[in-house]
């Protein structure tokens, strides 16, 4: 009954590695985003999809590459992992792209780059 | 640039207690904000929402207040709860697009 799930939900590798984080919602909702969060709790938004299409794509490095295969999934494929990539991503959807929706987040997936 | 902050990084309370915490936030142009609570381990979850048309709102033992001419924003907890440990986030959005703009996060701890 997970409404967003996110897999792994730990993820420990060496820099320079290719790792992809996957993300599945089951609440028909058109909109899905990433989320980075810091050491100190601090979340900023990465990318945001509405029904496969890329509609936010804050200042991330091009290291960083969302994939959505429908709408109820959206993927992030991170090459060359740094070190300052270590962080937890979270997940999230909502029912619509428009401003002032709740958005339901996933429990997250932990990012170790040794 | 825009910002959304909170006033305490950490605020302790004992247990049956109302707790308050607050958030400034500095775009004007905010029409919606959405109060998030995180559990260790575990992604944010849903508390309350208010509308910028809206001073107050309130939910099950919690209350929204939004103060537009000062730009803050705070959210009451009657008779905290151990459960109610957590993390708080207020967001914040312009209605533009999708885009939540958090801030900094308070924890709250509760004192049995």
């Known amino acids: 009954d997970t409404a967003v799930s996110q897999t792994p939900k730990y993820l420990v590798t060496q820099m320079g590695n290719d790792k992809s984080i996957k993300c599945e919602q089951n609440l028909g909702h058109d909109t899905m985003y990433w989320y980075k969060q810091d050491s100190k709790k601090f979340l900023k938004i990465m990318f945001s999809y509405n029904n496969k299409e890329l509609i936010i794509n804050e200042t991330v490095p091009n290291r960083f590459s969302p994939k959505s295969p429908d709408k109820a999934h959206l993927n992030l494929h991170i090459n060359s992992l740094e070190l300052g990539d270590s962080a937890v991503y979270f997940c999230?959807?909502?029912?619509?792209?428009?401003?002032?929706?709740?958005?339901?987040f996933g429990p997250g997936t932990r990012l170790t780059v040794t | 640039g825009e910002s959304v902050g909170l006033h305490l990084p950490t605020l302790s309370v004992q247990e049956g207690d109302n707790s308050i915490i607050n958030c400034a936030y500095s775009n004007s142009a905010s029409d919606y904000f959405i109060w998030y609570k995180q559990e260790s381990g575990k992604g944010p979850q849903f508390i309350i929402d208010i509308r910028s048309n809206m001073d107050k709102r309130q939910g099950q033992r919690v209350t929204v207040l939004l103060n537009k001419t000062v730009k803050h924003l705070s959210l009451q907890i009657a008779a905290t709860q151990p459960g109610d440990s957590a993390v708080y986030f207020c967001?914040?959005?312009?209605?533009?697009?999708?885009?939540?703009?958090f801030g900094t996060g308070t924890r709250l701890q509760v004192t049995l």
């Open positions: 967001a914040e959005n312009t209605g533009t697009a999708s885009k939540l703009t």
């Open positions: 999230a959807s909502s029912q619509d792209p428009a401003g002032g929706r709740e958005q339901y």
